[in-house]
């Protein structure tokens, strides 16, 4: 937008002569006068705000009996604010002329009416002047002239409303670039939070151990702010991970709970107790011989409740020990198995409470040696030979306890795999017994009844069996006469 100033040369250019004042115009200058009575005043300048309006597009011209109307009006408006000026002038010039008690003398009275006079007369020089000026809206300008031409003329671009739009869009854009896209409002209030990301604090620093953890018949808990550079192993007790371990976690005879914040360098072994690991766990390789935890694990209750399954896997399993005692039967040397049943024959009481610990304490002790041995990566194969091991001892005692039983019933001596064959399937009616009233669905207390006095059986004969092999040390060690 540009403003110009339009005006010829005249004659009246000159000051005003002698009064105190001195610094008044002449009336030929009184265009500029009325450019700051019009930019002072509050109709004029709201007249022009809507006659310009958006330049783009231009509007249709008005009708000459319409601009004129517009013209007159704000031409009158900027003459009646000189004539309440006017006015104001001369109620001071009135009052200054009662008013004896100012205490002036009488040549500042002059002086002062004086320069009174002279602004009057400057006053209504531009009201006479004004009266000639046209004030006029054409072609994107504002002009206020007279007759002559003299005056001012502001220019207005034509895309001005497109200017102020790019500008306040600009201004949008910079705005939202800077704001996020989504806030959340907690409570229906905005904070500086909802804005600004603030920073998380640091996590607590962890308890480093060193070395080994190792708790036999008691609780361990690696908390979440703990950091073990060692192996955890926890034997007939509970665990729970919920930090860092840089080791291998074993766990025999107990449950085995893998937190989500747990992170496990080494291989996660449970044995003989109940596995469940959360979803965001970090763990190495993961073994576990026993119930493991969560929808796919293997219980006692769901085994139980196929019966049909439940009745094959039991069946199977005296079909498998049955096949091993034949072959064991068949491959022992004779010399060896004879020393075998001959201790067995001679001290059977000895045999069966020497075995009968062996059944009660060894499961825990192979357990246990099993679990500290699959702690480091050459233990393992190890740890598969010794369970291997415990089950070629098993087998040969319940083969040796069958045999005695056989020979019991009138098998002879040297019919050794006949003895063996008939003396376990003896043994095994109750848990058969059992199986089958499973199966028919009999009511479960008679079954429990009946195949917990199977594994009484099959268990003493163990004991049997186990002690006359440590008493004979393997049939190495012949029976005292």
């Given at each position: ?63 000459p ?85 003299d005056?001012?003329?502001i ?14 869009e ?48 008691q ?7 703990e ?40 291989t ?23 119930a ?21 896997i ?23 198995f ?72 009138g ?71």
């Amino acid at each position: 937008m540009t403003m110009s100033w339009r005006r010829r040369p005249s004659a009246s250019d000159r000051r005003c002569p002698g009064t105190g004042a001195g610094a008044f115009a002449s009336v030929g200058t009184a265009t500029w006068l009325a450019l700051a009575l019009l930019l002072s005043l509050g109709v004029p300048v709201a007249a022009l705000a809507r006659e310009v309006g958006h330049a783009a597009p231009p509007a249709p011209p008005a009708p000459p009996e319409s601009a004129r109307i517009r013209t007159l009006a704000g031409r009158d408006s900027l003459v009646n604010e000189i004539r309440r000026y006017r006015q104001v002038i001369r109620v001071l010039s009135d009052s200054l002329e009662h008013d004896r008690t100012a205490g002036l003398s009488p040549e500042h009275r002059v002086v002062i009416e004086k320069n009174i006079g002279d602004v009057t007369r400057v006053i209504e020089g531009i009201g006479s002047e004004l009266r000639q000026l046209e004030f006029q809206i054409k072609d994107n300008r504002i002009s206020l002239v007279d007759g002559a031409g003299d005056g001012i003329v502001i220019s207005v671009p034509e895309n001005l409303d497109e200017q102020v739009s790019r500008g306040l869009e600009a201004l949008t854009a910079a705005i939202l670039k800077e704001m996020p896209d989504t806030a959340r409002i907690d409570g229906g209030r905005l904070s500086w939070t909802s804005f600004v990301t603030v920073p998380e604090p640091p996590a607590p620093p962890r308890r480093v151990i060193d070395g080994n953890l190792v708790r036999v018949g008691q609780s361990l808990a690696v908390a979440a702010d703990e950091e073990v550079r060692g192996n955890v192993v926890v034997i007939f007790g509970d665990c729970e991970v919920a930090g860092l371990v840089g080791g291998n976690v074993v766990v025999v005879g107990g449950p085995l709970a893998v937190r989500q914040s747990a992170e496990v360098s080494g291989t996660v072994v449970s044995i003989g107790g109940r596995l469940s690991a959360d979803p965001g766990a970090r763990t190495g390789n993961t073994v576990a011989l026993g119930a493991l935890g969560g929808d796919s694990g293997l219980d006692l209750g769901r085994l139980f409740g196929h019966r049909t399954l439940t009745f094959a896997i039991a069946q199977g399993l005296f079909l498998l020990t049955l096949l091993a005692g034949l072959l064991a039967a068949a491959a022992s040397p004779d010399g060896r198995f004879g020393a075998v049943m001959a201790q067995l024959s001679a001290e059977p009481w000895r045999a069966f409470g020497l075995g009968a610990l062996l059944v009660v304490c060894g499961p825990f002790l192979v357990a246990a040696l099993t679990g500290l041995l699959v702690i480091t990566v050459i233990g393992v194969p190890v740890a598969l030979v010794l369970v291997l091991g415990v089950a070629l001892v098993v087998v040969l005692g319940l083969t040796a306890a069958g045999a005695a039983v056989g020979r019991r019933l009138g098998v002879e001596d040297r019919r050794r795999a006949l003895a063996v064959l008939l003396g376990l399937c003896v043994l095994h009616v109750p848990s058969f017994v059992g199986s089958l009233l499973h199966l028919a669905g009999a009511p479960w207390t008679a079954v429990v009844a009946v195949m917990v006095l199977g594994l009484v059986v099959k268990g003493a004969a163990l004991a049997f069996g186990l002690g006359a092999l440590a008493i004979s040390r393997l049939g190495t060690r012949a029976t005292a006469s």
